[in-house]
C-alpha cells in the first residue's frame, strides 16, 4: 500500500501525537440532579481520576457541579479510549475542539 500523497491529510491513532486535540464536557444548562449522576458515575465506577476536582485540586473552582462535570467527563472520555460513545453521558455531555483547561486547570488529551 502506498502512503497519501503529501497534500493529503492523515490522522494519527489516538495517543501517537499530532492530530486534533478533542475534550469531553458538560452540555451547558444540563440538569444539576442528572450532572451530579454522571459526576458520581464516572468518578466511580467509570474510573476516572477526579483527584483535581477535590478540595485543594487544581480544578475544584469554580465549585460547581457543571465544572466539576466536565473534567470528570473529559477524564473518562480520555481514559475509555476517546470514542463518541465515552461521552454521552446521557445525553448531557459533548465533545469539543476548543481546550476547555483554564489557569492551572488542565484538561488531559489524547
Not at 491529510?9 to 499530532?18: F, L, N, R
Not at 468518578?43 to 465544572?67: H, K, L, M, R
Request: glycine content about 12%.
Amino acid at each position: 500500500m502506498l502512503p497519501p500523497p503529501p497534500s493529503a491529510p492523515t490522522t494519527p491513532s489516538p495517543g501517537q501525537g499530532g492530530g486534533t486535540h478533542i475534550w469531553c464536557v458538560a452540555k451547558p444548562g444540563g440538569d444539576t440532579a442528572t450532572l451530579m449522576s454522571a459526576l458520581n458515575y464516572a468518578c466511580g465506577e467509570g474510573g476516572a481520576d477526579c483527584s483535581a476536582i477535590q478540595p485543594g485540586g487544581s480544578c475544584f473552582q469554580p465549585n460547581t457541579v457543571d465544572a466539576h462535570a466536565s473534567y470528570a467527563f473529559n477524564s473518562y472520555y480520555q481514559k475509555h479510549g476517546r470514542n463518541y460513545w465515552n461521552c454521552y453521558f446521557d445525553g448531557n455531555a459533548l465533545v469539543t475542539v476548543s481546550d476547555p483547561s483554564s489557569g492551572s486547570c488542565i484538561y488531559p488529551s489524547q
